[in-house]
């Protein structure tokens, strides 16, 4: 009866460490999966916002001379989620920012938009300032008209917010950064 009784408590026991054991082990997985998780959603954020195209062009404003231009940062999004909160400037020398005048949002609907349309102005397109989803043509941000003289290096800075609320940059000549 002695022995059955010193059997049942070592069993006992082991059962309880056991099961802590197991429960420990649980939680390191637990918290594995939970880093693998992060750390791949990190990377494909970092993909992601890697993957936004941003170009600055220029084009002459109707003067015969070309002494004035206009500078236009365009912003395109072939990856798999919409951004949105997208905002641009143009840096002229590297050191200042000036907003944007103008602001285009190119859906992606293509012909089928064209010949829909037909004279009609898409309402819905205030609601969407500052969204570009991966099937929108783009977003083109316009400078007022500056003289030739004025930009010695632009370049165009580029904020958006991913789905991650993160916020995203574009770094000088155009290739993305996260923050």
Excluded: C
């Excluded at 395109?76 to 050191?95: C, F, H, L, M």
């Amino acid at each position: 009866m002695w022995t059955d009784r010193r059997s049942a408590t070592r069993i006992k026991a082991e059962h309880e460490r056991s099961d802590r054991q197991l429960e420990e082990e649980r939680a390191l997985s637990r918290t594995q999966i939970e880093d693998e998780r992060r750390l791949a959603r990190e990377q494909e954020q970092l993909a992601e916002a890697y993957a936004v195209q941003v170009v600055l062009g220029e084009r002459s404003v109707g003067e015969p001379d070309d002494s004035v231009k206009r500078l236009a940062v365009m912003a395109v999004n072939p990856g798999s989620y919409t951004i949105r909160r997208v905002e641009a400037q143009v840096s002229y020398d590297g050191k200042s920012l000036a907003a944007h005048a103008r602001y285009q949002r190119l859906p992606g609907f293509g012909e089928v938009r064209e010949r829909l349309r037909d004279g009609w102005s898409p309402s819905s397109e205030r609601a969407l300032h500052g969204v570009l989803t991966p099937r929108d043509a783009g977003i083109r941000f316009e400078s007022d008209d500056v003289h030739v003289r004025h930009p010695k290096s632009p370049y165009p800075p580029v904020r958006w917010t991913d789905r991650g609320d993160v916020l995203a940059a574009s770094a000088r000549r155009g290739a993305a950064h996260p923050r």
